[in-house]
């Protein structure tokens, strides 16, 4: 800068702007009135001298060397301002020019987008040619309509450009985006009409290869007009675009609605086979029942009279249905009672064994399910992610056509050793479903990093580096295991952006192993601890037999072994790519004479790259084991089969049945007794063994065929009532026994409580064995009706609501 005194102010601004190259438009006679400030040659470092511009409304720096900006302090007229390919490393320096409207820092070195806050009138940003990785710091420009990105380093868009809702032209090429659905984002910007993110002036976005990007842009931002600097406005080209994505959108729903009826036909298959696997030990439970009930009955009579029902009082006559039909034993045998009692123990002895049975089948069952809807679980995902990526994320269901199908399971075979297993059970594996992954996203990533190391190295070398590719398992976090969200995210966005472990080393590398046992032990080790200490039941380690492996193809590039005492991260291997770790060193490594060669081959690696390992197939498998899986199952098919309750000898189920039959054979024997289709009063005294209807306070009508309850109005004194093994299918003729304080109507048909009412005595509720199948209505009755009760049970109803 010229410091004279005796240069009068124009003098000095002309003589500053001749030294640095500055051209000027003066709109006054003064150089405090010029508007607009033009520099285009080299040699001018820093912004200075500003401050004799007052009005300054437009500045051009271009292709100079400054590094910082500055000295705009005072120029707070400023609309316009250009500092282009100069060497600015930092946006700042702004503050105080509030009146910004456009700001063009193109071909910097700027890194963040920050500073801007106070620019609230800016409409234009061109920060093109940079080196910004994030789209950030523009919260507040809510005025902003033109917005150049082109040239740098961003990957994700996200909902950062979500409050500037006036953009209308928006310029991301020659960036690194890759998801389709990362595009979508733009959806919520309602008025932009251009968008360029494969600019011919730029290197291409990774998206813009992909398949359906034209399609998939115009279908999900129908208002653009031009794209990728053609014009779009055309109404054919929008509906070509629309008609092409609902096609997809019809298509995809279609396969959804199959896996999902496919899964509805596997599960009502799965309860098909459940109930008449049930059928039997139902059977028996309701013939045990049945007689227990009868000689309670029959126990509590002798109790109450001191013999059989021979000995009645004269002033309470007996009619023909309540003589001594149902026991043809002697009534004056004193062991009578003993015989009964110990009758009874066996057969509740038998009942705990059959419905020990029940509990089993049902634990099996809910296995199955869990394991058949965890294996359609991820169908649906995937079929969803190809949607939504229209198809540049595509899952194929391998058969044993296919070569690939065949690769996966002998690769699987090669790296199973049995000597790993020993002390799990597990004496092979079984491959039940092999699914290829073909993301053209990851692909793309992988092929390009790929190739920069096949660019720098001969011919020989290349070679070499080829035979670096190498299949490996993925080795889940045991913690973690195999979450759908976590092997999901993996798959759409590969291993970078997937790791939610608080292990610091799995930020560092993915971790990978080439033998099962290094990667599927601990997740057995961890499921048996964790059940062991939940002390869940023990057919809930049936799950560790099926699991997930995920195959990728993994660059190993420079790799060397990792060296003690010393952590795994790219700070201490600094030229390398991968470090491996040989089985015998691992904390975990199984320890003993072994009879094979495996251990040596066995290594875990860490791949420094997440962008090298490519996730390239799930494999679904299930352990062979030396007791074999669901036996009860097994068992239980033999019984469907043969469809008789002839067992060949040595059968698992023939003894039970045998004991049954000792069981039921026992003393004293019960008869059929003549069953009752109605009640009259007649009835009801007799049965009460009196003539007054109010002495009544217990009654015993079980093992009858009625279906109604009439006349029991009368019975005010009633407590106790039983009317199990019946035809009821409700039970509102007991609304009235308001004294009533027990009540078992097991092993009936009630498919509702509506009229269950007024029972705000009763204790003993026994609901067992019916039909009731509303969970919540049927216990807001009781809740309502039934404010005293004590015991319930509702055992072995078909609820809708289990839980």
Same mark, same amino acid.
């Given at each position: ?13 002309? #003589? ?62 400023? @609309? ?44 234009? %940003? ?9 789209? #950030? ?30 953009? #209308? ?20 910007? &309602? ?103 009868? %000689? ?170 080829? !035979? ?16 759908? !969200? ?159 309750? @002839? ?20 003393? &004293? ?17 007799? %049965? ?109 109803? &078909? ?5």
């Amino acid at each position: 800068m010229i410091e004279s005194e005796n240069l009068h102010q124009e003098e000095i601004i002309k #003589e500053l702007c001749l030294c640095n190259g500055l051209s000027y438009e003066m709109v006054g006679k003064e150089g405090s009135n010029a508007s607009k400030l033009e520099m285009f040659f080299s040699g001018y470092p820093h912004i200075v001298g500003l401050s004799l511009f007052p009005n300054l409304t437009s500045l051009t720096i271009v292709a100079q060397d400054i590094k910082e900006i500055s000295g705009l302090e005072t120029c707070l007229q400023l @609309k316009e301002l250009w500092i282009a390919e100069c060497c600015i490393e930092k946006i700042g320096g702004l503050q105080e020019c509030r009146n910004l409207e456009r700001l063009y820092l193109y071909y910097n070195k700027i890194s963040k987008i920050e500073n801007l806050e106070k620019l609230i009138k800016l409409q234009v %940003l061109w920060l093109n040619h940079n080196m910004i990785k994030n789209i #950030e710091g523009l919260q507040t420009l809510k005025n902003l309509s033109d917005l150049n990105l082109a040239g740098n380093l961003i990957s994700i868009i996200g909902r950062c450009l979500d409050v500037n809702e006036q953009l #209308e032209k928006l310029n991301l090429s020659g960036n690194q985006i890759y998801s389709f659905k990362d595009l979508t984002n733009l959806t919520r910007l &309602p008025h932009l009409k251009d968008l360029c993110l494969n600019d011919p002036q730029y290197k291409t976005n990774p998206v813009c290869l992909l398949c359906n990007y034209s399609t998939h842009v115009l279908y999900h931002l129908p208002c653009l007009e031009r794209l990728d600097t053609f014009d779009v406005s055309a109404k054919q080209i929008k509906e070509l675009a629309d008609t092409t994505a609902m096609k997809k959108i019809m298509y995809y729903n279609m396969r959804i609605k199959t896996v999902q009826r496919h899964l509805n036909e596997d599960l009502e298959k799965l309860n098909d086979r459940k109930c008449k696997l049930e059928k039997l030990p139902e059977e028996r439970i309701k013939l045990f029942s049945f007689v227990k009930k009868n %000689l309670e009955r029959e126990l509590a009579e002798l109790k109450g009279t001191g013999k059989g029902h021979g000995d009645r009082s004269s002033n309470n006559k007996v009619t023909e249905v309540d003589k001594p039909k149902n026991c043809e034993t002697v009534t004056e045998d004193p062991s009578l009672q003993q015989k009964i009692l110990t009758k009874l123990n066996a057969l509740n002895e038998r009942v705990t064994f059959w419905n020990k049975k029940l509990d089993e089948i049902e634990a099996i069952y809910h296995i199955e399910v869990k394991q058949k809807k965890k294996s359609h679980g991820l169908l649906i995902p995937f079929l969803l992610i190809e949607l939504e990526t229209v198809g540049n994320i595509h899952f194929e269901e391998g058969t044993r056509s296919d070569d690939w199908f065949n690769s996966c399971y002998e690769l699987i075979l090669s790296r199973f050793c049995t000597w790993d297993f020993r002390t799990y059970g597990v004496t092979g594996v079984k491959v039940k479903r092999v699914i290829k992954v073909n993301n053209r996203i990851l692909r793309l990533k992988f092929e390009e990093k790929f190739q920069k190391f096949l660019d720098h190295e001969s011919m020989h070398d290349a070679e070499s580096y080829r !035979k670096m590719l190498e299949c490996l398992f993925y080795v889940f976090d045991p913690e973690v295991m195999v979450k759908k !969200k976590h092997l999901l995210q993996i798959l759409e966005k590969g291993f970078k952006e997937s790791e939610t472990s608080k292990l610091p080393l799995r930020k560092e590398a993915v971790i990978l192993a080439n033998s099962l046992s290094l990667c599927e032990c601990p997740r057995i080790e961890f499921l048996q601890q964790k059940y062991k200490d939940e002390k869940k039941n023990s057919l809930e380690h049936e799950l560790f037999r099926h699991g997930i492996l995920l195959i990728t193809k993994v660059f190993l590039g420079q790799s060397v072994q990792a060296r003690e005492q010393e952590s795994i991260n790219q700070a201490n291997y600094p030229m390398v790519n991968s470090v491996f770790i040989p089985q015998k060193y691992l904390l975990n490594s199984i320890v003993g004479q072994r009879n094979c060669d495996c251990g040596f081959r066995q290594c875990k690696w860490f791949v420094f790259d997440h962008d090298l390992v490519l996730p390239e197939y799930i494999v679904e498998f299930e352990y062979i084991t030396v007791v074999k899986a669901h036996s009860l199952f097994s068992s239980f098919n033999n019984v469907i089969l043969e469809e008789s309750k @002839k067992f060949s000898e040595g059968s698992i189920l023939s003894q039970d049945l045998k004991v049954d039959d000792d069981v039921m054979k026992m003393e &004293p024997r019960i008869k059929p007794q003549a069953k009752l289709f109605s009640l009259d009063d007649k009835t009801i005294l007799s %049965l009460g063994k009196t003539n007054i209807y109010s002495h009544i306070v217990s009654l015993n009508l079980h093992g009858n065929s009625l279906s109604k309850l009439r006349d029991l109005s009368k019975l005010t004194g009633l407590r106790k009532l039983n009317i199990s093994f019946n035809e009821f299918t409700c039970l509102d003729d007991v609304y009235h026994l308001y004294n009533l304080e027990y009540l078992d109507a097991s092993h009936n048909h009630v498919i509702t409580l509506e009229g269950f009412r007024g029972l705000m005595k009763l204790k003993h509720l026994d609901l067992s064995w019916n039909q009731l199948k509303k969970s919540g209505d049927e216990i807001n009755v009781l809740c309502k009706q039934t404010t005293s009760l004590l015991t319930l049970n509702i055992q072995h109803n &078909p609820w809708q609501k289990p839980h």
